[in-house]
């Protein structure tokens, strides 16, 4: 199976930005790809997808600070995020939505001043 292993996150300030990666152990070219992001206490909840050949889907929370793209040569995933709220504020992860793989590690987001 597919192991992925996320980077990138840390602490940043409100309104900063951080590049998340998500590095797969084999092809991901012919999937839809997305990144999740789980915050204490709350259900992991999908903040951006991208289908095969790149295209995006974001929900409200997240449309115009975040950007998903991927790398398909590099068999890895990436994940933009401007304009930092507390909020947002999880461990990111990325996954297969519609065939999950066992979940990667994911990587720390502290938004915070």
């Known amino acids: 199976q597919v192991q992925l292993v996320e980077s990138g996150g840390g602490l940043v300030q409100p309104g900063g930005s951080l590049r998340l990666s998500c590095a797969a152990s084999g092809s991901i070219r012919f999937w839809i790809m997305g990144w999740y992001r789980q915050a204490p206490g709350k259900q992991r909840e999908l903040v951006a997808t991208a289908s095969a050949s790149g295209a995006p889907y974001y929900p409200d929370s997240v449309k115009g600070r975040f950007t998903i793209s991927r790398d398909n040569a590099k068999n890895t995933l990436y994940l933009e995020m401007h304009t930092l709220k507390p909020e947002d504020t999880a461990v990111y992860y990325c996954?297969?939505?519609?065939?999950?793989?066992?979940w990667g590690q994911g990587t720390q987001v502290t938004v915070s001043s």
């Open positions: 996954n297969r939505p519609n065939s999950l793989l066992d």
